[in-house]
Nanobody, 116 residues
Framework: EVQLVESGGGLAQAGGSLRLSCAAS????????IGWFRQAPGKEREGVSC????????YYKYSVKGRFTISSDNTKSTVYLQMNSLKPDDTAIYYC?????????WGQGTQVTVSS
């Protein structure tokens, strides 16, 4: 059974930090691109950052570059998103995604709330 389990969300003040974790199981981790998406109230889901398990190539949405860092521990099949210098605009439900070609797996999401 495929599972993506997110953790680490919560409440932070503007300028603060949070670290999200996505623990994966049930598929070959190295063969997938693991990404973080977020969805704020009334807005569409958007991609934030992703990392390819095979060679750790990374991508960041422009607005989080320099503030967020994605990393992967392939021995634990876990991807992390370190979020620094948080802004109220970062408030959203953050979802972990695993993608290979047309195959998509999603986690249940974790709430991140940044207060001003």
């Amino acid at each position: 059974e495929v599972q993506l389990v997110e953790s680490g969300g919560g409440l932070a003040q503007a300028g603060g930090s949070l670290r999200l974790s996505c623990a994966a199981s049930g598929f070959t981790f190295d063969d997938y691109t693991i990404g973080w998406f977020r969805q704020a109230p009334g807005k569409e889901r958007e991609g934030v950052s992703c990392i390819y398990g095979g060679d750790n190539t990374t991508y960041y949405k422009y607005s989080v570059k320099g503030r967020f860092t994605i990393s992967s521990d392939n021995t634990k099949s876990t991807v992390y998103l370190q979020m620094n210098s948080l802004k109220p605009d970062d408030t959203a439900i953050y979802y972990c995604n695993a993608k290979q070609w047309w195959i998509n797996f999603w986690g249940q999401g974790t709430q991140v709330t940044v207060s001003s």
